[in-house]
């Protein structure tokens, strides 16, 4: 097992946030905390660290207990968003930080640096101060700092998030590469769920300190365990089954129906198991269409399909089509997102 976490809670005064949570990592894998702000992911992250310590519960790294086990003593490596490098440091020297701390020898230091700049691609770049390097770069010297000590497990609290969209997509890839060669246990904290899907092996959703559910990219989004959970990791239609219920899914009467857009169909004259829909707005999205109706009872449906499903250039605002579903979920009754 590469990270435990068995019943953990943690509050700040009256405030809980985190309720009992268990979760196991295993050795090797990447794992990515999910969740909206304040869902108390980074709490989780830090209680694993030893940054704050748990009200309750425990906790082991690879396999020994490191609940009152200090920062230092869990050797875990951490890169934060704004994890500044030392500026009076060049980047040679900042990797080389946590070595010097622990008394190794100058040329071993220079051969683990010489490694570590190679892994993450900053060969050439060892003479710069951060000043000289962009956010990417900055955010590679950090995780050459915390690999340098050969950490046990590396967790990392929204690494990326402070760079824009491109730099911030490379690096995933970046770092996913750097995994597969690694095989250090991570945990990475984000909310941003295309992120997790695109890194982890496994996604953890929480919600409100707990967690919501622990499933493959795959099973978070194609089995939600939630309404939450369908809503958080992709967009969803929530529908009355009153109103819609019979031609596009089936369920209790007093249900929701959970939709994807890219679920959902549009014809141009009424089809068997099909509801009426007036088009409100169609846009452009590069590949694909996105409609949003309006449905008779007033709700608004949005539909994404391929350009080439839909002869849609005679289409107005206000025209009637035609939705069909070729997939629906329902939940607990009264449940909403
Ligand atoms: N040191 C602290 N003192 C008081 N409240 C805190 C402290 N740290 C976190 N919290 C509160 O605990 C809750 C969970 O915070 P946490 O940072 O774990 O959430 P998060 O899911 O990581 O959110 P974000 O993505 O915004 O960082 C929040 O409501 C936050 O305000």
């Keep these: 097992m590469g990270i435990r976490v ?13 309720k009992d949570v268990s979760l196991d990592v295993d050795s090797g894998s990447l794992v990515a905390l999910l969740g909206p702000s304040g869902s108390g992911k980074s709490t989780l ?6 940054l704050e310590e748990a009200d309750a519960g425990r906790v082991w790294i690879t396999g020994e207990e490191a609940t009152n086990r200090s920062v230092q003593d869990r050797q875990v490596g951490f890169v934060f968003q704004h994890f500044a490098l030392f500026k009076h440091r060049n980047v040679r020297q900042n990797v080389a930080f946590g070595l010097e701390l622990r008394g190794w020898k100058p040329a071993a230091i220079k051969r683990r640096v010489d490694e570590l700049l190679e892994l993450v691609q900053l060969q050439g770049y060892g003479g710069r101060y951060p000043s000289q390097l962009s956010g990417g770069q900055r955010q590679r010297v950090a995780l050459a700092r915390a690999l340098a000590v050969q950490p046990r497990v590396l967790l990392l609290d929204e690494p990326f998030s402070a760079l824009d969209a491109k730099v911030r997509k490379e690096l995933r890839a970046w770092l996913r590469n750097l995994h597969d060669e690694m095989h250090v246990t991570t945990v990475i904290v984000t909310h941003d769920q295309e992120e997790a899907m695109e890194v982890a092996d496994k996604i953890v959703v929480m919600n409100q300190g707990q967690i919501e559910q622990i499933g493959s990219p795959a099973e978070i989004y194609d089995q939600p365990a939630t309404p939450f959970v369908m809503g958080f990791v992709g967009s969803v239609n929530v529908l009355p089954y009153g109103v819609v219920g019979q031609q596009l899914g ?3 009467l007093a249900s929701n129906l959970f ?11 009424p089809q068997p198991d099909s509801v009426p829909g007036q088009l409100r707005r169609l846009t452009h999205m590069g590949r694909d269409l996105q409609a949003e109706l309006i449905l008779e009872g007033g709700d608004v449906v949005m539909v994404v399909l391929p350009r080439e499903r839909l002869d849609y250039a005679s289409l107005n605002p206000g025209d009637c089509l035609h939705i069909t579903s070729r997939m629906a979920r329902t939940f607990e009754p009264d449940y909403a997102i």
């Design 259 to 269: 939709i994807r857009p890219h679920d959902l169909d549009l014809h141009l004259s």
């Design 45 to 50: 992250l830090r209680l694993i660290a030893g």
């Design 250 to 252: 089936s369920g209790p």
């Design 6 to 18: 068995a019943n953990v809670s943690k509050s700040f005064g009256d405030f809980q946030a985190v």
